[in-house]
């Protein structure tokens, strides 16, 4: 297993470059969907991979980065699923991802979609501009999370789960559908999530108003 601090920048909405530098300083490597990576470079971040069927970058990009470019041309998957396919082979498992969402919500849909069918695969982190999506791989605990809006999703329908410390708790209950789990809150500090088969949970970055 890779021991790495990786973040996969995809070519969605991403922070401006200043903010975008500092958030991508942390990262052992930086690997790019080939259209992200023209706007990592231009705030000054040399990614480490670029990877994808190459259709959305820069020429001149990509002549001068040639030895970090990885092909991966098959048009039966996008770029996206085509990268984790790629990690999952080499063992990456611990991954991080940022410009999922904030172009066009049809790929923000295959997207999500990918993500979950790829969740019992990687212990994923996924920053968007609203909040911030977490793997839960049998038990979490999340502190500091009273009045936080939490949804929940389960590509299993049978998987069954429990939560302390949201509002809507479950007990050993199963979500039948996607909808099923959000708009949720939480009402105490610390929010415990069990559940048998892996699940994503959002955690929304504004305090419940109600």
């Not at 998987?159 to 509002?167: A, R």
Request: aromatic share 12%.
């Amino acid at each position: 297993m890779k021991k790495e601090k990786i973040i996969l920048v995809l070519n969605g909405k991403l922070p401006k470059k200043a903010d975008l530098y500092v958030f991508l300083k942390k990262y052992n490597k930086i690997v790019c969907a080939d259209g992200a990576t023209n706007q990592v470079i231009q705030s000054n971040i040399k990614p480490d991979l670029i990877m994808g069927d190459l259709d959305s970058i820069e020429k001149t990009i990509l002549e001068e980065y040639k030895k970090n470019v990885i092909g991966l041309i098959n048009q039966n998957y996008n770029d996206f699923q085509k990268i984790l396919f790629w990690l999952k082979k080499k063992k990456y498992k611990k991954l991080d991802i940022i410009g999922m969402e904030g172009k066009r919500i049809d790929h923000l849909i295959g997207n999500f979609n990918i993500v979950l069918k790829e969740v019992a695969n990687f212990d994923l982190t996924i920053f968007s501009e609203f909040g911030i999506f977490y793997t839960v791989q049998k038990k979490r605990i999340f502190k500091k999370c009273k009045k936080k809006y939490f949804s929940l999703f389960s590509f299993n329908k049978n998987n069954k789960i429990t939560t302390k410390g949201l509002k809507f708790k479950l007990d050993n209950k199963s979500l039948k559908s996607l909808e099923k789990g959000t708009l949720n809150f939480s009402n105490k500090d610390e929010v415990t999530i069990e559940t048998e088969k892996n699940i994503l949970v959002f955690i929304a970055n504004s305090d419940f108003k109600k």
